[in-house]
């Protein structure tokens, strides 16, 4: 007579094995379904996290990282955004000098003129003034995304870190500009034509007249 047929059963370890396999792949798959952002705060809370856990370990780069950067990039309906145009003047440089900025709402709004005395001083130590009195401003006036405009180089790439500040007084007023920038959500800084920056100019040599820190402010609701 023939053997009977013998039926072989999986062990324990092997049910194991096939069940964390099965896991994996299920796993592996919901991994690549990209999660929606319902918003852009999901979308800033995803980014905040992603780089933190860049720093910590760079081996855990995401590869598609550049893609979550754009919306971080945009301004949101409804928050405040302004533009700032800052110069300086000294006469003599160094001379009597003095700060200037135009404060404009992106959207036209509003416009507010602000100059300040810097005493005996340098051109390049006004043009520092003007910034760091153009930014003060802008975060009094709550703005959260600035992007600032002027015709020094030398300020503008500076605060870029595209040139080093070997002066001591030029690398302190460079760190003030710096840590006030830090607080915006966006900011950007880039040198225009000096025909293109003469209603700051304007200021700046107005502001010759006033006492070191003595400030002055003109606003209105639109620009014409």
Known sequence: ????????????????????????????????KPVPWKNYADARHQISAESSSFVANPQ???VELKNY??????VPPGCKSCIIEFDGASKGNPGQAGAGAILCA???????????GVGLATNNVAEYRAVILGLRS??????????????SQLVCC????KWKTKNENMA???KVAKELAKKFVT???????RESNSDADAQANRAITLRDGEVEMEGSRSRA
């Open 69 to 74: 950067i754009q919306p971080q990039q945009s």
């Open 60 to 62: 855990n780069r995401p």
């Open 187 to 193: 900011f950007a800084i880039e040198q225009v034509p």
């Open 106 to 116: 992106t959207d036209g709004s509003e416009i507010w003129r602000l100059r300040e």
């Open 172 to 174: 302190n007023l460079c």
């Open 158 to 161: 500076q605060i870029q870190g």
């Open 138 to 151: 802008a975060l009094e006036k709550g703005f959260q995304h600035v992007n600032v405009r002027g015709d």
């Open 1 to 32: 007579s023939g053997c009977p047929a013998q039926v072989v059963m999986p062990t324990n370890m092997e049910r194991n094995q096939n069940h964390v396999a099965a896991g994996l792949k299920s796993f592996s798959a919901s991994q690549q």
